[in-house]
């Protein structure tokens, strides 16, 4: 029987298969992931881009041991909303972390509304010509 185990050393080989599973399930969406002491995968578009990948914000939760969502102002995803979450052992240690892109974060619901409410103020100033005979 295979067994896969996850560490703060396993390679960025060891980690294709959960971000390629990742990918999968968020249907295609890009996905990061790294251990605390290697480098890890950047999957997009169904196959690995990167098998020596870092971003600032997964080794920030790597540091931080908590979940970050932002949007990062350098790095591959820079100006693009993400969610980064550690992967913890059992004494609750972060031993990696796996990005994904917030497809939530890019509708900013205040500014969605506040443009509604600019077209439907549009709308009652414009008048459609009637048609005469």
């Given at each position: 029987m295979e067994e896969f185990k996850l560490a703060a050393d396993s390679s960025s080989r060891d980690l294709v298969p959960i971000a390629l599973a990742v990918h999968a399930v968020l249907s295609g969406l890009p996905v990061t992931i790294r251990s605390r002491n290697n480098l890890g995968v950047?999957?997009?578009?169904?196959?690995?881009?990167?098998?020596?990948?870092?971003?600032?914000?997964?080794?920030?939760?790597?540091?931080?041991?908590?979940?970050?969502?932002?949007?990062?102002?350098?790095?591959?995803?820079?100006?693009?909303?993400?969610i980064v979450a550690p992967i913890r052992d059992s004494s609750g240690s972060a031993i990696a972390a796996i990005g994904v892109v917030d497809v939530t974060g890019i509708f900013d619901i205040a500014d969605l509304m506040s443009q509604h409410s600019q077209i439907i103020?549009?709308?009652?100033y414009c008048a459609v010509p009637s048609e005469k005979s």
């Open positions: 950047q999957v997009e578009e169904g196959e690995v881009k990167s098998r020596s990948y870092t971003g600032p914000i997964l080794e920030r939760v790597l540091a931080e041991n908590n979940m970050i969502k932002t949007r990062p102002e350098t790095g591959n995803y820079a100006n693009v909303p993400v103020s549009q709308m009652r």
